[in-house]
């Protein structure tokens, strides 16, 4: 069973690696980019007999994957 | 307009930052996590009046988002 973790900074929070990537857009020629925000994403492998894989991968999340106090994450099964 | 670049290292590349993931869950009592993989994940605000905005963006992927011999991406819009 495989399974998506995005963990992106919360809103607010100010992301200098997102900043970063917008100037070298810039510099690039790239008009038009207004924001960019970068996350990382968790593609994980469980076990199939995992019973409720949402809550295990959520429990993960909560205790190493994201730093809930500025991060917000979002999990996708399947 | 909004755009999500995710970047993910290829298959058969190996991806330490997943295997540290990988043995940090194991050791938090996690069993029957058999792989992971980390990568990316890049929102983009582009300006309205953008034409073929996933050209645009597929563009950005080439000359510096992604690393194209070792990473794949993948664009979404909207």
Redesign the interface.
Known sequence: MKARV?V?LKDGVLDPQ?EA?RH??GA?G??????????????????D??SDPEA?VR??CE???ANTVIESYRVEIG
Chains 1, 2 share one sequence.
């Open positions: 995005t992106m997102g990537v070298a857009l690039l790239f008009e038009g980019v207004t924001g960019v925000r970068q996350g990382k994403v968790i593609e994980l492998d469980l076990a007999g995992t295990e429990a993960m205790k190493l994957l």
